[in-house]
């Protein structure tokens, strides 16, 4: 059961007539779907290779992200990682995982405006939480300046590579039961693409009482989480599957007891299958978390849910906002 206030939305085309459920935010609502858009911003920032301080269309720069991606120069781009090390942290490389990445970052900006937030305001300063190789941050760095650009992650050569790789954002490695190393309310935005999918409760809540600490009241947070859908994939999935990769494997160690763990999420319950991930993700701080969406409501002390988009990607898209 969703609880009152929280909107699952199915087709984002259709969000807008959706979210006018949320009395509060109507007007924006409105004014974002169906009023033509304003025109770029301009700003300074500092781009590897001297690149243009206009602030590019979202399309236009997506399209310029895939180009390179695919083998056309760029000099004002940063470099791109290995292909495996991409595939490493989302499951895909170079232009599909743009693609993915786009789908996502326009909504969290399409959403962003509509909660009386949007990406262009001349304060904004945007953390990517779980920053991975830096493939939000080529979307970010074309709203934000350099020094309002924010990158954590818990993996110190991940963050390296997005050093060497030239992308111009702020970075800090954290520990996985630390803290973010910035003050109350710093931000106005920040995002987590397959973060919280993966951390047990206790690291679940301590990050995400940390990322409502550092945003300012108004602020945006758009992240995923697996719902009821993951553990429906446990049980269809068949055992011959494990073949395909190690952590199709280690999920379908859970198949027999997928009717439990269904029936904890339906009671929602919060649902950790420490799996791991190699490396510094070990399984007390990395594995699959199945989340309902009303935990989020009941534990994100200080924070509402705006809309959980369950359609056109393969986790649960969540929009959340500081109170």
Known sequence: MVPSGIVITYKLKEAAQTLKTLNERALWIKNLFLAPKAPAVAHSKSIPGGGTPARIPLKAWHDRLVAHAQGAPDAALPKLPPLATQKQFVGSGMGPAFEEAFTFYETFTGYSEALAMPIDLPNARFLDFGCGWGRFLRYAMNDIPQEMLHAVDIDPDIIEVCRKSGIPAQYDVIKPMGKLPFADGQFSHAIA?????????????????????????????????????????????????????????ALLEYKPRAEELLASYD?????????????????????????????????WAGMKVRAVLDENFWQTVIIVQKL
């Open 193 to 249: 693409y397959s973060v919280f999918t993966h951390l047990p409760e206790p690291v679940h809540l301590n990050w995400s009482a940390e990322i409502c600490r550092v945003l300012r009241p108004g602020g945006v947070f758009c992240g995923t989480i697996e719902t009821r859908k993951f553990l429906e994939f446990i049980c269809d999935t068949p055992l011959e599957k494990g073949q395909d990769s190690d952590w199709i494997k």
């Open 267 to 299: 009671a929602g319950q919060f649902v950790y299958l420490p799996t791991g991930g190699g490396g510094v993700r070990t399984p007390d701080v990395y594995g699959d978390a199945v989340i309902p969406p009303n935990y989020i409501e009941a534990q």
